[in-house]
């Protein structure tokens, strides 16, 4: 197991560097003080997981962030100081996979990271529900292969939103609670409804011809949402 720690905080590497040795002990962490050499690494070393700070010397751990997801969807977990409602959604948009604030648990760091890297491998169950794609318009979505594509164009996305995707097409037709949609998918969020509505639109910008519009993921009203079947 290799992680990719990008953070320019002496302190900070330590701990997580000694937080990983104690509970984790079959992890190679690698670290670099520098947003650039951080994107080359991730080209280099393939991590299985990266931790972004976005204050870092040289870029910003916004771009650095994007750059990443321009070429790989490695599990990224964002690690900062600033908890802005703001700069979280915008994390969560540019394809974070999860944000936690410093100063942070030694224990809810490694929880964190160990969820989001069983995600990132599917549950069982997902691959398991069904056999027959489910076909909506130009969406399809394959189970069995877990692809999902939008006339000739197969959308890469994250753990997150394929699992997302998938609990709302498994109840096609019935309104799934946010309470629910939280359980499920980011348990670790259960009261933060904030990260569900920027995961719902993630959903509807690859999937719906007009997001702002939508016509396959509905509100109902603020008590959840519903996949809605053609």
């Not at 951080?38 to 771009?63: R, S, Y």
């Not at 100063?103 to 549950?123: C, D």
């Not at 692809?147 to 164009?153: A, I, K, L, Q």
């Amino acid at each position: 197991m290799k992680v990719l720690l990008i953070e320019d905080n002496p302190e900070i590497v330590e701990i997580v560097t000694l937080t990983l040795g104690l509970r984790w002990a079959d992890v190679n962490l690698i670290s670099t003080f520098f947003g650039e050499k951080g994107v080359e690494l991730v080209k280099k070393e393939l991590p299985d997981i990266v931790i972004l700070d976005l204050g870092l010397p040289d870029i910003d751990g916004f771009e650095v962030l994007k750059q990443i997801r321009g070429f790989s969807d490695v599990p990224l977990v964002i690690l900062t100081v600033r908890g802005e409602e703001m700069d979280k959604v915008k994390g969560l948009e540019l394809g974070a996979d999860d944000y936690i604030l410093k100063p942070f648990s030694p224990g809810e760091l490694i929880a964190r990271l160990k969820a989001l890297l069983r995600r990132s491998e599917m549950p069982e169950t997902t691959a398991k529900v069904a056999d027959k794609p489910s076909v909506r318009g130009q969406l399809r979505i394959d189970f069995t292969s877990q692809e999902v594509s939008v006339g000739d164009n197969l959308l890469k996305l994250g753990p997150r939103e394929y699992e997302l995707l998938h609990h709302l097409v498994t109840n096609k037709g019935k309104m799934v609670s946010n309470q629910e949609l939280l359980e499920k998918v980011f348990p670790e969020h259960r009261a933060d409804t904030q990260i569900l509505e920027v995961y719902i639109n993630k959903l509807r910008e690859r999937l719906e011809e007009d997001p702002d519009n939508p016509k396959m993921i509905l509100n109902e009203g603020r008590i959840g949402y519903k996949f809605v079947g053609s």
